[in-house]
């Protein structure tokens, strides 16, 4: 059974595409645990705060309560960052669905912290009162912060090791298919390689083709013999195809440029036929290897090209632009022109053509084209010669 390369690279596209996501997956894991030490550490500090709090000096108190309400707006800051960091626990919010405890959480401790905050004040501003009252209330109100703060700390360790239970499977499975697929697409990618270097071996007699594409390809390679090796096919004069080798060769490559534009186009050389034999027959067939020889420099693997009557040359050229092709078509008239050839009987000449420029459809067979082709040469001819003629030019001369 032979395997289909596009298959291959769609399915290989959706597995870049998968590995993205697990390894996007593997961004948040570590988001998510660098935001857990940034949790226990934001919890941590809140406690240091605490203590030093109650034991900030009475002797001077105008400094304490300065470094008391400082102390005490980082506590409520601290704990705005924990709800800061939860938009970034995407494990937690999104798998674990802690959402509303994790926030009931902080509501208590932005609530005790307060209590501990107001609590504080009075100890440290209480001149005349009961101070052991102040301070047994002070107490108190630490021992509960504290009591939440663990609870939370514990609650945040209890979630890490969930988390990381989740992050853990997931990695082992994406390592798995991950591997699994590296090996299996290596296979095949090797495979596909060597098809690749079976086409480009004709030496290698016996292979069993991966590809079907590879296998649609030689078939085609081995269907007809090539062109360019059988001398019935080939213009004696110039070495490229004549009538029956443009035939062969446009049957071969046709289904090679479906997606592109193909136009037919066929040149006269102007002043030139064998009734008006002006030249030498030496110095004729010069021009016409010149003429050839140009025409073959704009030649690419799907065009064809021919010398199909005595001096007409018929080329077919797929582009994937209709500007771009009949640009590169009015670029080999060009050229031609500025070719400067010595005559024994008339010393320096210019050599010009006459071309026929066609449009050929899907539906309209190479012969028809051709026709249609040298009908509006012979508006071209008419028009001066040494230009290219389109249908809509033959169609604006017959209004």
Do not use: C
Not at 119 to 144: H, R
Not at 233 to 260: F, H, P
Not at 321 to 336: G, P, W
């Amino acid at each position: 059974m032979k395997h289909s390369i596009k298959k291959i690279f769609k399915n290989l596209s959706l597995f870049l595409i998968s590995a993205t996501i697990f390894a996007a997956f593997g961004v948040l894991a570590a988001i998510d645990h660098t935001n857990s030490y940034i949790k226990l550490d934001n919890l941590s500090n809140q406690k240091k705060i605490i203590s030093s709090i109650t034991n900030l000096p009475k002797e001077n108190l105008e400094i304490s309560l300065i470094q008391l309400n400082g102390k005490t707006t980082q506590l409520i800051n601290d704990i705005d960052k924990l709800r800061s960091l939860y938009e970034y626990s995407f494990t937690e919010k999104l798998l674990l669905l802690n959402s509303e405890e994790y926030f009931g959480d902080l509501d208590k401790l932005n609530s005790l912290t307060k209590t501990f905050n107001n609590k504080a004040i009075d100890y440290y501003n209480n001149k005349y009162g009961d101070i052991e009252l102040k301070e047994s209330e002070l107490k108190q109100s630490i021992v509960l912060l504290n009591e939440h703060i663990n609870s939370i700390i514990f609650k945040a360790v209890t979630y890490n090791q969930a988390t990381f239970s989740i992050h853990k499977k997931v990695t082992y499975f994406a390592f798995i298919i991950i591997l699994l697929a590296s090996i299996w697409y290596r296979k095949r990618l090797n495979a596909i390689y060597k098809d690749l270097e079976f086409l480009n071996n004709a030496n290698l007699k016996r292979y069993d083709v991966f590809s079907e594409e590879a296998d649609a390809i030689s078939l085609r390679i081995k269907r007809k013999p090539v062109v360019a090796e059988n001398p019935a096919m080939l213009d004696a004069v110039t070495g490229i195809s004549n009538l029956k080798g443009m035939m062969n060769s446009y049957a071969e490559k046709k289904g090679m440029k479906d997606n592109n534009f193909t136009a037919v186009t066929v040149f006269e050389v102007d002043n030139f036929s064998k009734t008006n034999k002006v030249y030498s027959l030496e110095f004729t067939q010069t021009i016409l290897k010149k003429i050839a020889f140009s025409i073959s420099l704009h030649q690419q693997v799907t065009d064809v090209i021919a010398r199909t009557e005595y001096n007409q040359f018929t080329i077919i050229f797929s582009r994937s632009n209709k500007e771009q092709l009949f640009k590169e078509v009015d670029a080999i008239r060009q050229s031609i022109s500025e070719l400067k050839l010595s005559s024994p009987e008339l010393g320096e000449i210019t050599i010009t053509l006459s071309g026929g420029y066609v449009i050929k459809p899907n539906n309209v067979s190479l012969e028809e084209s051709i026709r249609q082709a040298k009908k509006v040469l012979k508006h071209a001819q008419n028009s001066g010669g040494n230009i290219i003629s389109q249908i809509k030019d033959l169609a604006h001369s017959e209004l």
